[in-house]
């Protein structure tokens, strides 16, 4: 059976919104209908780190839900999707997915992805790292989701920060199997094939 073209996108109140948003932007862009939820602290980041509304955010998904609408389509696990991507995740919204309290939209969906085994990816913004931090990404791996902290990959030399930005949505993306066309891969850019080190400077060094 074909996955369907949807995808389920929530943002919470953790730094580093423009994950999320870039998130949207590619899903868009590969012709996933998306479907967005947003925490009143991730709406409270909005207001921080960008110049959207709440209404300019809403606009990048093809359908935006309240956070209290637990009666939505994607709080359902017979509303197919292609996954989830919590870009960011809060711990808070990490430790309530990883114990099932899905006491909103987004913790519910996440639960939802979960039960149904669909691919979950959490993008968790958070260091240092607690020890019940930990134990929240162990417990929420031990149910089926992917834990992907936002890690920039340096070794495609960005110039800039939009650059680290686009990448990491895009590794979130393929994770779902969501083909995001341009995306840098190790060995198969010519770049990557000439680094300034021959094989004989490596063994000497």
Known sequence: MTAPRRLVVGISGATGIAYGIRVLELARAAGLETHLVVTPAGQQTRAYETDLSARDLAALADVAHRPADIGAAIAS???????MIVAPCSIRTLSAIAYGNGDNLLTRAA???????????LLVRETPLTLGHLRAMTAVTETGGIVMPPVPAFYLRPASVADIVEHTAARALDLLGIDVPGLPRWGEQPATADIGIDNKEAENE
């Open 77 to 83: 696990g017979s509303f197919r999707t292609a996954g």
């Open 111 to 121: 639960d939802v992805t979960l039960k149904e085994r669909r691919r979950l990816v």
